[in-house]
């Protein structure tokens, strides 16, 4: 029985009880973080060495420098020799115990220091080993918490010599420093006690987190055999119609239900997380330190993972709900394409990995299907790609299989193509299985939630495709799909993504007034400053009455329109400024978090120009602003 720490076993191993892979992982970590405490304290032993050397005898000091320098080696021997071969779970105790000793041995070394040099007399190379020694406890606290003997070990052995180091300088014998000592001796090994545990209930959470998710996924899959057997016995039996009916009528209220509750859910997070990524876009114009820039850009982006991670949940369910709504307009297929390249850019040249388009020349200019879902599809194999590469190449292949002339149609196949770690032949089957990963490591050490490949599948399927596999364990791999596109007479440019960087994108400065309707103080001051910056004048209304009277009293360029308000809501607003109003244009922009396609149905139809979702991007709202005010002031000039 053994595991290799980090690593996936080609055969199945026995199951482990959940208290020894608590031991095994701490253990393993132990011996991780002694490449850190070893090497550090070989330095240390130099440096302090030979600064004793002009206080003590050089002799003694070297003899001393060589034993310490030679325990610090063992360390980091036995280190290698732990981590060259698999850990067999039956060798724990040995390997902890191993470690535990030459921590000791360790500690030792310190505390014949103590022993040895604090009883010079210059008060200067006392001080420097009073800091020393505190110095090494003090890291060793945490390095040495895995292993509980391994720190009391380290601990005791160099402070108990110099202790006793102490009370041999006349000046500092009294009781009250013996009283501190053994506090501090007690503090110390209750301190060592308690990040003991706290590791072992981090870990023992870690494993049973995966135990649970694995238990959740069979259990489904056993609810999905049951619910199929269910309705094939229903639907062979006509008595149990009435019942059916009922049934039926049930899974639709349920599914109504679920639809509003992420529905409210979706409007619930969008708007904190408007004022978050605009609160972090506010904080980057002011001036910073490099660490703090690159500790916003950090929180930025987990935001915007966040944010992935709420989209990608919102279009699974509306997808397993049968609301998937396809488009048929007519695009520019290599526009689309290279939409989707440009925003992986700087990625991958972050990562100093190349990205290569091969777009083949005989494919039509202009296709009708859905250019939207098509960039998501691609949109999440190239950053599923991106991300488990970390040298070489990603490829994005688009080729023209065959055109069908009698139906005006072309079969085109699209290809991903990485030299990233591949995938072993038993992981593909459930790759788009919702929630699923290759390894269960996979999460903790790349992220995501293991949605993207799983919607990416339905969407193909729903346009008529099928996501294929081909992998080589460590050497790359390879999605593809095929996809059948009517011919169009001519291509017509896409819109961006509202969710998307738009790249090379500078903000543009405008003129006018613009009419800020927000409830939400954290979004007013964030729209504000967004409009501030495109040196744009603006005013606040609180809520739909507030709107209706400030755009009938006074001269708007647009009007930016949040849609749940207190009193009169956004959509309702919206009507009684159009009726006010007459036919005198006036863009107004819908800027919610509702982001279903029914919410921006819903706002075209009550009057609005535009639709906009939180949390927006600077860019995507300077776009907009740029495009409706612009037209906006021509149709005035042309009255």
Known sequence: MSMRPGRNQDTPSPVIPLEQKVHAELVRSAYEDSLYGGGVAAIVVLVYGFAMMSAAPPLTVLVWMIGAFSCNVM?????????????????LRRWSWSFSGLSGLTGL???????????????????????????????????????????????????????????????????????????????????????????????????????????????????????????AEISRREIVETELRGATTQAEAASRAKSEFLATMSHEIRTPMNGILGMLHIVRDTPLTDEQRDQLDTAAHSADMLLEVIDDILDLSKIEAGRLELEHIAFAPEQTIRSVIDLFRA????????????????????????????????????????????????????????????????????????????????????????????????????????????????????????????????????????????????????????????????????????????DDRINQRVIIHFLKKMGLQSSLAQDGYEAVQAASSSNWDAILMDCQLPGLDGLEATRRIRTNLGGKALPIIALTANASAQDQANCLACGMNDYLTKPVRLESLAHTLQKWMGSARNSAGKK
């Open 75 to 91: 360390r980091l021997t036995m280190r290698w020799l732990f981590f060259r071969q698999p850990m067999r779970t039956d060798h």
């Open 109 to 231: 070394s310190w505390g014949i220091a103590a022993w040895m040099f604090f009883t010079v007399e210059s008060f200067g190379y006392r001080l420097l080993t009073v800091l020393v020694l505190a110095g090494l406890t003090t890291g060793a606290a945490r390095l040495l918490a895995p292993i509980f003997l391994a720190n009391l070990a380290y601990f005791y052995c160099s402070i108990i010599p110099f202790m006793a180091a102490l009370f041999t300088v006349d000046t500092l014998r009294s009781p009250a420093l013996a009283v501190i000592c053994l506090a501090y001796i007690g503090y110390t090994t209750v301190a060592a006690r308690q990040q003991l545990r706290g590791l072992q209930r981090s870990i023992r959470l870690g494993y049973e987190n995966i135990e649970l998710v694995d238990s959740l996924g069979l259990a489904k899959e056993s609810t999905d055999q049951l619910n199929r057997g269910l309705s």
């Open 347 to 518: 990625r991958t040249n972050a990562k100093c990995i190349a990205l290569h388009m091969e777009f083949d020349p005989q494919i039509p200019r202009a296709l009708i299907g859905d250019p939207t879902h098509l960039r998501q599809v691609l949109f999440n194999l190239l950053g599923n790609a991106i991300k488990f590469t970390e040298r070489g190449s990603v490829t994005l292949q688009v080729k023209l299989l065959q055109q069908h002339q009698d139906s005006g149609k072309s079969d085109i196949s699209f290809a991903v193509i990485d030299t990233g770690i591949g995938l072993e032949a038993e992981t593909i089957n459930r790759l788009f299985q919702a929630f699923s990963q290759a390894d269960s490591s996979m999460s903790r050490r790349f992220g995501g939630t293991g949605l993207g490949l799983t919607i990416s599948q339905k969407l193909t399927e729903a346009m008529g495709g099928k996501i294929t596999v081909e992998s080589v364990h460590g050497e790359g791999a390879t999605f593809a799909f095929t996809l059948s596109f009517q011919h169009a007479e001519e291509p017509k440019d896409q819109p961006q993504n509202t969710h998307d960087e738009i790249p090379g994108f500078s903000i543009p400065m405008l003129s006018g007034r613009v009419l800020v309707v927000e």
